[in-house]
């Protein structure tokens, strides 16, 4: 069984300080993996995945994401937060062999300060 | 990317009664899945519809609550039978677009319970 732990609930950051998101997993099989961002009222969005090519992976919005199998971690960063950033963050994993069946972690939530 | 359409957007609905949620995609698609998303909690995957089949439910959801339809290559309907405030929820409709790597999301329809 594949499983996310997404430790805290809540990142509080001030505008232009480094994001780090915190994402470990636990799978048996060399997981596919992923970071979707939530805004309000909004659905899920894609901001980037790990599919076994390169481990550092950069996605949407100036956000990347390092795959380190002996940490079992994919943590989200970003450089510069912006007040746009505000959102939710969910890390997910899925079984290659699993059709994009996703499990999720239980989410983060991103405040940016002025 | 596939643009995915849910309706009804958001619902107000009496306890017992039920409400059938529709996914529309903008190309064909193999995979189609429905997650709950319940107040402060993340995602959890409640079936997957593959077109001419069952749907195919995951531990802890049943065909008599969540009913699932599959006619077609893009479309899919979801019903919250018998409803109770517990099913207060934001439920969404994923999609993997055939061949892709990744699942996209739909708007999501908020069903409030009362």
């Known amino acids: 069984a594949q499983s996310v732990t997404q430790l805290g609930s809540h990142v509080s950051v001030s505008e232009g300080a480094l994001v780090l998101l915190r994402c470990n997993y636990s799978?048996?099989?060399?997981?596919?993996l992923f970071w979707y961002v939530q805004y309000p009222n909004q659905g899920l969005q894609l901001l980037l995945k790990y599919t076994s090519a390169a481990t550092l992976v950069k996605g949407i919005n100036g956000f990347e994401a390092e795959f380190k199998k002996s940490e079992t971690s994919f943590h989200l960063t970003k450089p510069s937060a912006h007040m746009s950033d505000a959102a939710e963050y969910f890390c997910a994993v899925s079984d290659p062999g699993a059709n994009s069946k996703l499990t999720f972690g239980k989410g983060i939530t991103l405040s940016v300060r002025p | 990317s596939a643009v995915i359409s849910q309706k009804p957007s958001r619902d107000i609905c009496q306890r017992g009664t039920s409400l059938t949620i529709q996914c529309q995609v903008d190309?064909?698609?193999?995979?189609m899945f429905w997650y709950r998303q319940q107040p402060g909690q993340s995602l959890t995957l409640i079936a997957t519809?593959?077109?001419?089949?069952?749907?195919?439910?995951e531990s802890g959801f049943v065909i008599d609550k969540f009913p699932i339809s599959r006619p077609n290559l893009t479309f899919s309907t979801l019903t919250v039978s018998n409803m109770s405030p517990e099913d207060s929820s934001i439920y969404l409709c994923s999609v993997e677009r055939t061949g892709g790597l990744e699942a996209f999301f739909g708007q999501g329809t908020r069903l409030t319970v009362v």
């Open positions: 799978s048996s099989v060399p997981p596919y």
């Open positions: 190309s064909q698609v193999t995979m």
């Open positions: 519809a593959n077109q001419g089949s069952e749907a195919t439910y």
